[in-house]
C-alpha cells in the first residue's frame, strides 16, 4: 500500500515561510519523482514543484523564485520550503509522484497566508 504523509502547513503572515515535509514509502520514492501539488476548493489541482531522485526539478511558474523543493533520499523525504509567501498561495498542498499515483493522494496540509 502507497503511504505518503504531509506536514508543515500553518498560518503565516505575507512575505513569511513555511517548510512543507513529505514522507513516502520506500517503495514509490524510489522509483518516482515526488512532486507538490496544490488545490483550493472549486480548483483543479495543480504541479507546485517536482524532482526525481537523478536531480531533475521543474518548477510552477508561480512557484520558480519563491519556492525550493528538496529531497532526501535516505529517509524517503521530500521537502517544499516556501519563502515570501502570498495570499494567493492560501490552500492545501499535497505530495505524490510525478505523474501522480491516483491511490497515493493523502489528507494534505492546509497553509494558510493573511495578515
Known amino acids: 500500500q502507497v503511504q505518503i504523509e504531509e506536514s508543515g502547513g500553518g498560518w503565516v503572515q505575507p512575505g513569511g515561510s513555511l517548510r512543507l515535509t513529505c514522507t513516502a514509502s520506500s517503495r514509490i520514492f524510489n522509483l518516482w519523482a515526488m512532486a507538490w501539488y496544490r488545490q483550493s476548493q472549486g480548483e483543479q489541482r495543480e504541479l507546485v514543484a517536482s524532482?526525481?531522485?537523478?536531480?531533475?526539478?521543474q518548477y510552477a511558474e508561480f512557484a520558480a523564485g519563491r519556492f525550493t523543493i528538496s529531497r532526501d533520499d535516505a529517509k524517503n523525504m521530500v521537502f517544499l520550503q516556501m519563502n515570501a509567501l502570498r495570499p494567493e498561495d492560501t490552500t492545501v498542498y499535497y505530495c505524490?509522484?510525478?505523474?501522480?499515483?491516483?491511490?497515493?493522494w493523502g489528507q494534505g496540509t492546509q497553509v494558510t497566508v493573511s495578515s
Open positions: 524532482a526525481s531522485g537523478t536531480g531533475s526539478i
Open positions: 505524490n509522484t510525478n505523474p501522480p499515483l491516483r491511490d497515493a
